[in-house]
């Protein structure tokens, strides 16, 4: 095994226990934003839930406020400088005022079976802010109760001021004399409301402890640590989305909805493969991915666009003999008797396989007809043969290939070309089946040359200042672009 393969693999313990609970604070925040309408909807359900409840399981409470306002002096009427220092009096107050010895006293006077906790349950006190008013409210199931507790609240409060501070006096402002029931929409509403707060908050903490637990690839940070390989790029998530006679239309550079950004990434994606051909001549490139739906041949078509953006004369084959998907990408209409499985078995040639699209400036092999055991075709002298006379032909082949976690195809591909690079999509897969991807090439003598991380988000990505640019290319004739782009594939 390689020296990377074994370096790796003695960091395997430390890494599980390190890497894994690690986290950008950012990251909370994106995935709450991911899920927000799961929380929304979990919320919502909880809260509804608790309303129901709240009606059905409604008591009535009767509540009854009194009002007292604290002085310096023996009197109610005092100074302003006597004034200042009366509220400054009142927070000292409310905390004596609910201590464990003036709840004995009340449920002494009134003569109640009552805790002093439970009496500290039902009474709060509050000061009007910026006066040295202060009022008790009590709320318990018997409106009688409500009233005598309140009141005995007030009269005995001066007792235990005397004895515990020795400092002001309370006058009663205004007695309880009765109390009010609490109503059942307000019980149920508040339970409602307090239902879908608890929900929510449950709902956001378990989605993110469950994201932050998976192990996966969510950043270039975790390419180089979690897979010890180099980023060879990062493409964000291509937000803006069509449908044209109800078929999606897939992420293209050259689209007049395409970002700012996303162009920007298949930029620095070629100016990456430009700067390894100058240095190494490396010209044939095969793009592949540990499974499906990673985004590897959208990459392929955008980076083989990018190069003909260039000035670069470039090939795109379709080199996916099960499930191929370049001409659904490009519009093109395949020929079942044409194609590199045509080529290959020697059924037809290879200028004739070659179709010139024109309307991305580019040239295409298709698959052609479908194969169940391409791996022969792939690793046939036909193929090692169809090559050399394309580095003749171009100045750069891109080859879409299969996923290669379950198959050997990829691995076929990257002994006859120069670039390997693997597609991993941002928060998709785990890392063991990634390292697993990894592994399978190393084990075949060949190698990984870089991964570029697919479908990131903006935050995430490190390309948020790319914003300002977002609309850099408008939507100037969006429809009759596309229009044109797919009248071949709708004929």
């Not at 002093?116 to 910026?130: H, M, Q, V, W």
């Amino acid at each position: 095994m390689s020296e990377y393969t074994s370096s790796r693999r003695n960091d395997e313990a430390f890494e599980e226990k390190s890497t894994v609970f690690m986290f950008n604070p950012k990251d909370l925040l994106r995935i709450v934003f991911k899920w927000w309408i799961v929380i929304l909807v979990v919320g919502l359900c909880v809260g509804i839930i608790s309303f129901f409840y709240g009606r059905i399981s409604y008591a009535p409470t009767y509540k009854a406020q009194a009002t007292m306002i604290v002085s310096t002096s023996n009197s109610p009427q005092q100074s302003y400088s006597n004034l200042y220092a009366a509220r400054n009096l009142t927070n000292s107050y409310q905390i004596v005022l609910k201590s464990t010895v003036l709840m004995e006293e009340i449920a002494k006077d009134l003569q109640l079976d009552i805790s002093a906790s439970t009496l500290k349950n039902y009474i709060s006190i509050s000061s009007l802010s910026g006066t040295e008013i202060m009022r008790v409210s009590v709320v318990t199931p018997n409106a009688n109760l409500s009233v005598q507790i309140a009141n005995s609240f007030v009269k005995l409060s001066q007792k235990v001021i005397d004895e515990k501070l020795g400092v002001g006096y309370i006058f009663s402002l205004d007695p309880a004399t009765h109390a009010s029931m609490s109503s059942i929409r307000q019980n149920a509403t508040k339970k409602g409301l307090t239902g879908f707060g608890v929900g929510a908050l449950l709902c956001a903490v378990i989605l993110i402890a469950i994201e932050l637990l998976r192990d996966t690839i969510k950043t270039s940070d975790d390419i180089a640590e979690k897979l010890h390989m180099r980023t060879f790029g990062v493409v964000p998530v291509y937000k803006k989305r069509m449908q044209i006679n109800g078929k999606e239309i897939i992420p293209l550079i050259d689209s007049p909805s395409a970002e700012f950004a996303f162009i920007e990434a298949y930029k620095n994606i070629r100016a990456r493969i430009e700067t390894n051909h100058a240095r190494t001549g490396k010209k044939r490139i095969v793009v592949s991915s540990a499974v499906e739906k990673e985004g590897k041949t959208t990459v392929s078509v955008n980076i083989a666009m990018s190069l003909v953006q260039a000035g670069k004369k470039v090939i795109l084959i379709d080199a996916d003999l099960r499930k191929p998907s370049v001409n659904t990408k490009l519009g093109l209409r395949p020929h079942r008797e044409l194609g590199l499985r045509a080529i290959l078995e020697g059924t037809s040639t290879l200028q004739e396989s070659i179709i010139h699209d024109e309307i991305h400036k580019l040239d295409v092999i298709l698959c052609g007809r479908t194969s169940q055991s391409p791996s022969e075709l792939l690793a046939s002298d036909a193929m090692t043969q169809m090559l050399e006379e394309l580095d003749q032909m171009y100045d750069y082949i891109i080859i879409d290939s299969p996923p290669s976690s379950f198959l050997t195809d990829a691995v076929l591909l990257s002994r006859l070309c120069d670039l390997t690079l693997l597609i991993v999509k941002h928060d998709y897969l785990p890392r063991e089946i990634i390292r697993r991807t990894i592994d399978e090439y190393l084990d075949a003598g060949t190698k990984i040359d870089g991964v570029i991380l697919n479908s990131v988000g903006y935050s995430t990505s490190g390309l948020g200042y790319y914003r300002y640019g977002s609309n850099y290319y408008g939507s100037y004739r969006k429809r009759k672009y596309y229009s044109k782009y797919y009248s071949k594939y709708n004929d």
